[in-house]
């Protein structure tokens, strides 16, 4: 349910980013700082980085000097910005010794709320405090915010899916729009039978809608009533439980978040997110990179009140640096780490090849509410 829509609305972004000339073959244009975005990652393909960057004297920079740098303060020479989004514990095991090991620096953006002591089995993905502070100490990893719950907010009472096992297996904790039930939100993965509605990046969008939560408990009832996973066995399955839903809905149907509360619940973003980095690791954070995509005018400037000073995107957002001067934070452009190996230098990757995995991997990286 909603899949071609999905693949739609990625086609759409994917044709209006706007990628630097050395993905093509070019050369780099002069001062060029390529920004490049990690997630989880693997020993051997990261080494592969590490040493390509290496073979090739790029340097890589830490965040101030790059700010610097972009700001025309120093010229640092032929050189490159890592970061990594999540702080996935991989950080700590594999990247940060191999950092060590190349002698490399790199930023590591980290979601606040999913930082803290374990209250739910998925924190297990994700580094402790203690973890990010090491890093901190390293002296080679600049610790900034990812925003605090890295969240999507249902935005239309439109239901595009409800949660079944191979969902929950095929999707990511961050695919998952925020549930309101019992006046209390879920985060991370739902039960099985929640509905999914239509949803956006809570940073991005400019409404948030409440599901009724009775609508939510008959639907999850409905399935643990009728054998629980296996009812996910049957093929009418989703026509069945679609049934139950609107049933249930026109009899208690949610509501649109007023303004003022979807406003506070966008600056507790940046407010949260701030306020448990001065508690854990002694500092406010000054950088924020958003979560899919650069926010809206609102969160930015909301950032703004909130003390940071500068935004990332990520790949989609890489030519609106052209903008940049439009907007309430300076902002800045990644590129997913894929294209690191088409830099300039010795064993450059081709296009080509990668089109070819871009296609074939085209509907593993499709979300499922947006």
């Given at each position: 349910?909603?899949?071609?829509?999905?693949?739609?609305?990625?086609?759409?972004?994917?044709?209006?980013?706007?990628?630097?000339?050395?993905?093509?073959?070019?050369?780099?244009?002069?001062?060029?700082?390529?920004?490049?975005?990690?997630?989880?990652?693997?020993?051997?393909?990261?080494?592969?980085?590490?040493?390509?960057?290496?073979?090739?004297?790029?340097?890589?920079?830490?965040?101030?000097?790059?700010?610097?740098?972009?700001?025309?303060?120093?010229?640092?020479?032929?050189?490159?910005?890592?970061?990594?989004?999540?702080?996935?514990?991989?950080?700590?095991?594999?990247?940060?010794?191999?950092?060590?090991?190349?002698?490399?620096?790199?930023?590591?953006?980290a979601p606040s709320y999913w930082m803290q002591p374990p209250q739910r089995s998925e924190n297990d993905l994700f580094m402790s405090w203690a973890q990010l502070r090491a890093c901190v100490e390293s002296g080679r990893v600049d610790v900034q915010s990812h925003a605090h719950r890295h969240a999507l907010v249902a935005t239309s009472r439109q239901?595009?899916?409800?949660?079944?096992?191979?969902?929950?297996?095929?999707?990511?904790?961050?695919?998952?729009?925020?549930?309101?039930?019992?006046?209390?939100?879920?985060?991370?993965?739902?039960?099985?039978?929640?509905?999914?509605?239509?949803?956006?990046?809570?940073?991005?969008?400019?409404?948030?809608?409440?599901?009724?939560?009775?609508?939510?408990?008959?639907?999850?009832?409905?399935?643990?009533?009728?054998?629980?996973?296996?009812?996910?066995?049957?093929?009418?399955?989703?026509?069945?439980?679609?049934?139950?839903?609107?049933?249930?809905?026109?009899?208690?149907?949610?509501?649109?978040?007023?303004?003022?509360?979807?406003?506070?619940?966008?600056?507790?973003?940046?407010?949260?997110?701030?306020?448990?980095?001065?508690?854990?690791?002694?500092?406010?954070?000054?950088?924020?990179?958003?979560?899919?995509?650069?926010?809206?005018?609102?969160?930015?400037?909301?950032?703004?009140?909130?003390?940071?000073?500068?935004?990332?995107?990520?790949?989609?957002?890489?030519?609106?640096?052209?903008?940049?001067?439009?907007?309430?934070?300076?902002?800045?452009?990644?590129?997913?780490?894929?294209?690191?190996?088409?830099?300039?230098?010795?064993?450059?990757?081709?296009?080509?090849?990668?089109?070819?995995?871009?296609?074939?991997?085209?509907?593993?990286?499709?979300?499922?509410?947006?």
């Amino acid at each position: 349910m909603g899949g071609i829509g999905r693949f739609m609305r990625t086609a759409a972004r994917i044709s209006r980013t706007r990628y630097p000339g050395f993905v093509f073959g070019l050369p780099l244009s002069r001062h060029e700082i390529p920004v490049f975005m990690f997630h989880d990652v693997e020993t051997a393909a990261f080494a592969r980085d590490l040493d390509f960057l290496q073979r090739n004297n790029y340097r890589t920079l830490g965040l101030d000097e790059y700010l610097a740098a972009r700001a025309g303060q120093v010229r640092p020479g032929r050189s490159v910005l890592l970061t990594f989004d999540d702080a996935r514990k991989s950080f700590g095991e594999i990247a940060l010794p191999l950092l060590r090991q190349y002698d490399a620096r790199a930023v590591l953006f980290a979601p606040s709320y999913w930082m803290q002591p374990p209250q739910r089995s998925e924190n297990d993905l994700f580094m402790s405090w203690a973890q990010l502070r090491a890093c901190v100490e390293s002296g080679r990893v600049d610790v900034q915010s990812h925003a605090h719950r890295h969240a999507l907010v249902a935005t239309s009472r439109q239901v595009v899916d409800f949660a079944n096992p191979a969902a929950l297996a095929r999707f990511d904790i961050y695919d998952w729009p925020i549930r309101c039930v019992e006046g209390q939100d879920e985060f991370g993965k739902p039960a099985l039978g929640t509905p999914v509605y239509r949803a956006s990046p809570l940073l991005s969008a400019d409404r948030r809608y409440l599901e009724n939560d009775d609508v939510t408990r008959s639907c999850r009832d409905f399935v643990d009533s009728h054998g629980g996973p296996q009812f996910f066995v049957q093929p009418d399955w989703r026509s069945r439980l679609k049934r139950h839903f609107d049933e249930c809905a026109p009899a208690s149907p949610g509501r649109f978040m007023n303004a003022d509360a979807f406003e506070a619940l966008v600056a507790s973003e940046f407010e949260q997110c701030r306020d448990e980095f001065k508690r854990h690791l002694g500092y406010a954070p000054h950088t924020i990179a958003y979560p899919w995509h650069l926010g809206s005018t609102p969160s930015l400037q909301l950032a703004r009140r909130s003390g940071f000073r500068t935004a990332f995107g990520v790949a989609m957002d890489y030519g609106a640096e052209r903008h940049r001067s439009r907007l309430p934070l300076p902002a800045y452009g990644r590129l997913k780490c894929d294209w690191l190996q088409f830099l300039p230098g010795e064993q450059r990757a081709s296009i080509l090849g990668a089109v070819r995995r871009k296609v074939a991997g085209f509907s593993a990286v499709q979300h499922l509410a947006h």
